[in-house]
């Protein structure tokens, strides 16, 4: 049970993937089972999972992006701290075609259970209530890019912080690594800030959209 409580396992393990696909599949089923139940033959719950399939697409369209350049900045990053040696072999520099397209995977494993919980808290913000007119989902969808571009000042803060060594508090491994040369350390640490920021932001930028539907649900309802 100890690696329920591991992040990396979660994240990149294939077994990981695989839970997270099931705990997103059960999340939909509960909306719709309860939706069901609420409204019988009236239920559209069915109808918004387009809604969360595009939040998803979003999601993974930003993490193999965001790899496709992070890859760039700090291969080591990938190579050893993703452990993408096991799948491309020991061979040092790695052919450089291979570990960006295997990094744009790594990216699109890690965010689509990202995009899906962003799609969740926007339709659970616009779920139905008497007093309240529910917003359409292509007004939700316009609210993406709003999510997108805190996402990404947050990533280059905590980049920017990475490279410059103020996240090396956060793992003796990071500081051993920081004083021993070792990986390339400033491109290592901005990648790995990237990444932490982009997580960050996300949180932030879903905090704010979810703030945002509730105030206009409010002004536009009678």
Known sequence: MTHLFNWHWWIDSNAGLTARVAVGVAILATLAVVDIYRHGKAAQRWCEYDFLAATCLVA?????????ITSRISWEYFFYGKELYKVMGDAVPPDAGQLHWEAAKVGMKASWSAGLILGVAMLLANNPRKSRTRLRNRQLL?????I?????ICAAIFGIVGYCGGL???????T??????LWSPRRFMCTWGI????????????ALVVWRIVRRRRKISP
């Open 60 to 68: 993974m369209l930003y993490g193999a992006i965001n790899d496709q």
């Open 142 to 146: 316009l609210m993406l890019p709003l």
């Open 148 to 152: 997108l571009v805190v996402v990404i």
């Open 168 to 174: 090396n508090w956060i793992s003796p491994d990071f």
């Open 176 to 181: 051993e690594l920081w004083q021993t040369n």
């Open 195 to 206: 990444h932490l920021g982009g997580y960050v932001g996300g949180v932030l930028g879903t």
